[in-house]
């Protein structure tokens, strides 16, 4: 038997094939996906939701994700607006005072929830209209009625609709503040009167 001359070694490196990606038979491109256990795919689950809830978390206690109030246009450059450069940052105080507008004989009824948790800085809560809650410091008058989209002057109470209350020829406006006549209106910066467990006691009348 003839044997084959011993053939030389070749330098060349064979490159192992690269995968296809499977096709059937219409010729569409089929992905082949590893399969998870239900342990692993409960743990992927449990992953996603937890990523998301925390993403969730995040964007709504950010401060600009906060509500902000609505206040109309007519009051939006009062006296004391929520633009009031005075007013200092959340949380300088937490203070209280007590406060009653009558206005034709007509209380205003500060409890109803369209009154209620209306600013960060200023607000009436829980159900309660009658006491004020201030938790920043150089807080007026008129900073407390622009959060209800309201306004207060020395001759005006507008209402958070836009009807107006003005001092006329037959009827007056006017404020107390523990007892006593207060000329300083949408200005005054309610404080306790004289302790720290008396708060102002606040009332605004027209008629």
Same mark, same amino acid.
């Given at each position: 038997m003839s044997r084959r001359p011993h053939e030389p070694k070749s330098d060349r490196t064979e490159t192992p094939a690269t995968p296809q990606p499977l096709q059937d038979n219409a010729g569409k491109i089929k992905i082949k996906m590893p399969k998870l256990s239900s342990k692993q795919l409960y743990a992927v689950i449990i992953g996603v939701l937890f990523f998301g809830s925390t &993403?969730?978390?995040?964007f709504f206690s950010s401060p600009t994700? =906060? &509500? =902000?109030? #609505?206040?109309?246009d007519h009051v939006s450059q009062?006296?004391?607006?929520? =633009?009031?450069? #005075? *007013?200092?940052?959340?949380?300088?105080?937490?203070e209280h005072f007590r406060i009653a507008v009558t206005l034709d004989g007509v209380p205003i009824d500060?409890?109803? +929830?369209?009154? =209620?948790?209306?600013?960060q800085r200023f607000h009436f809560e829980d159900g309660d209209g009658v006491t $004020?809650?201030?938790?920043? @410091?150089?807080?007026?008058?008129?900073?407390?009625?622009?959060?209800? $989209?309201?306004?207060?002057?020395? @001759?005006?109470? *507008?209402?958070?609709?836009g009807r107006e209350f003005c001092s006329d020829g037959t009827?007056?406006? !006017?404020?107390? /503040? #523990? $007892?006593? /006549? #207060? +000329? !300083?209106? !949408?200005?005054? +910066?309610?404080?306790? &009167?004289?302790?720290?467990t008396q708060m102002d006691d606040i009332v605004i009348t027209y008629g």
């Open positions: &993403a969730a978390y995040a994700a =906060q &509500a =902000q109030p #609505n206040v109309p009062a006296a004391g607006s929520l =633009q009031d450069s #005075n *007013v200092g940052p959340l949380g300088g105080i937490h500060f409890s109803r +929830a369209r009154y =209620q948790l209306r600013d $004020g809650h201030m938790h920043a @410091t150089g807080i007026t008058l008129g900073y407390v009625f622009s959060t209800l $989209g309201m306004k207060l002057d020395s @001759t005006c109470f *507008v209402l958070d609709g009827k007056r406006l !006017e404020m107390f /503040v #523990n $007892g006593r /006549v #207060n +000329a !300083e209106f !949408e200005k005054y +910066a309610p404080k306790a &009167a004289g302790t720290d």
